[in-house]
């Protein structure tokens, strides 16, 4: 018997930890580590108040805006250089490194956002929105960490095992629910809103 292609994680299952700054509370909702330390992590927090992001030297962040009416992100960088990022948008992507300084400001009220966090020059993440009507495909090989989607509406997929005979499998996700990939399918989406999340090590990209 085939195993399921896929792991449903819902919000009571996210692990509630507070900031390394203490200015705030993630969800974790997964984590993968070695003997060095954090290799992936996936969370999801809630930003209240203007403040500067934790320091996360050795690793490079992914951000996502899931909720709220926008903010914007100012990096300085370990050799002084000045970046922006202005999240206005629901699914507004901003990607730097978690040792730049950066400082958060809400332009109207509170946000939430979805983090994907890697170790730099040994994982590489490809985070992208996705929209009803699209579809994307998981490889899940030897070289992957972690695949999946984060649904910021209710979503309706079509989970369809690649190379077998498995009929495609219909799958409603509620809000704020992930969905983590363990085979090679093509994930469709037929209603709702999200995040595709692939992560694996740098030798996936030679």
């Not at 984590?31 to 934790?54: M, Y």
């Not at 805006?65 to 206005?88: D, V």
């Not at 040994?122 to 998981?138: C, M, P, R, T």
């Amino acid at each position: 018997m085939m195993h399921s292609p896929y792991t449903l994680l819902t919000p009571d299952q996210y692990i509630r930890m507070p900031w390394k700054n203490g200015l705030g509370v993630t969800l974790e909702i997964a984590r993968i580590e070695d003997a060095n330390g954090v290799l992936f992590r996936l969370s999801q927090a809630a930003v209240v108040e203007d403040g500067a992001f934790s320091d996360f030297s050795g690793m490079h962040r992914t951000l996502v805006l899931i909720n709220g009416h926008g903010m914007q992100l100012t990096h300085t960088s370990l050799s002084g250089e000045i970046s922006r990022h202005h999240l206005s948008h629901s699914l507004d992507i901003a990607r730097f490194s978690g040792s730049d300084k950066t400082e958060a400001h809400l332009t109207h009220g509170g946000i939430e956002d979805l983090n994907i966090m890697v170790r730099e020059e040994e994982v590489i993440s490809y985070v992208q929105a996705l929209n009803s009507g699209l579809s994307l495909d998981f490889s899940e090989n030897d070289q992957t960490l972690f695949d999946g989607f984060y649904a910021t509406k209710e979503s309706k997929l079509l989970i369809t095992p690649l190379n077998t005979t498995i009929e495609p499998i219909p799958l409603k996700v509620t809000a704020t629910s992930t969905v983590r990939i363990t085979t090679p399918v093509t994930l469709s989406l037929q209603e709702g809103q999200g995040v595709a999340i692939q992560c694996c090590y740098s030798a996936c990209n030679n």
